[in-house]
């Protein structure tokens, strides 16, 4: 049901950066502001960026969000062994009256 | 900082009514809204729906007929139940605290998490 596609996975060595891409439409990216969320295996979500760009309290400021049309990307810079992990995109969708979540990306570091 | 706390019975048989429960520690925390989303195992996140401070409730359209959520601020807490369950509502289920607003910029997430709670369907 997601209409939001993510790459299924990225993988960096220590210290580099890497960017994962997030991929709407008019009713969901385009429209309404987007939020990224970080899963570490067997743990919850935690709020990473919200309203496109802004950090969430208490978030490393390696993490930065960015959108432009229907499209969004999140950016991880300095990459550390603690970054490994789920990374969802999520925005709410005016045509299902809903909030959809990414596909998601698994983070691996080399 | 406000905590959430799911809880419910682990095991559900086919065909019955999933409930869940979600506890709040900040009883001050009664003007928010709140948010059910599951995860199925190996899988993604699934929106279940959203829950107003005024107990106004949307839900997944791929849900909405079976799905029922309340408020009851008297015990900060909010529940969720899913009728006719099968196999395919197996489980992680997570309660979480919802920001959202604004006009032309709609924004909406969620801001607070609980741990989850695991939940099979199976006879």
């Known amino acids: 049901q997601s209409m939001l596609t993510q790459p299924p996975s990225v993988s960096e060595a220590p210290r580099q950066r890497v960017t994962i891409s997030c991929s709407g439409s008019?009713?969901?990216?385009?429209?309404?502001?987007v939020n990224w969320y970080q899963q570490v295996p067997g743990k919850a979500p935690k709020l990473l960026i919200y309203?496109?760009?802004l950090l969430a309290s208490g978030v490393s400021d390696r993490f930065s969000g960015s959108k432009s049309g229907t499209s969004a990307s999140l950016a991880i810079s300095g990459l550390q062994s603690e970054d490994e992990a789920d990374y969802y995109c999520a925005a709410w969708d005016d045509s299902l009256n809903g909030y959809v979540f990414g596909t998601g990306t698994k983070v691996t570091v080399l | 900082q406000v905590q959430l706390q799911e809880s419910g019975p682990g095991l559900v048989k086919p065909s019955e009514t999933l409930s869940l429960t979600c506890t709040v520690s900040d009883a001050s925390s009664s003007a928010s809204s709140w948010s059910w989303i599951r995860q199925p195992p190996g899988k993604g996140l699934e929106w279940v729906g959203y829950l107003s401070y005024s107990g106004r409730a949307t839900y997944n359209p791929s849900l909405k007929s079976r799905v029922t959520m309340s408020l009851d601020t008297s015990k900060s807490q909010f529940s969720l139940r899913l009728s006719s369950v099968t196999a395919a509502d197996t489980a992680v289920y997570y309660c979480?605290?919802?920001?959202?607003?604004?006009?032309?910029?709609?924004?909406?997430?969620?801001?607070?998490w609980g741990t989850g709670t695991a939940v099979t369907v199976s006879s």
């Open positions: 008019s009713s969901n990216i385009g429209d309404n502001t």
């Open positions: 979480a605290r919802v920001k959202s607003g604004g006009g032309v910029d709609f924004y909406y997430y969620m801001d607070v």
């Open positions: 309203y496109d760009d």
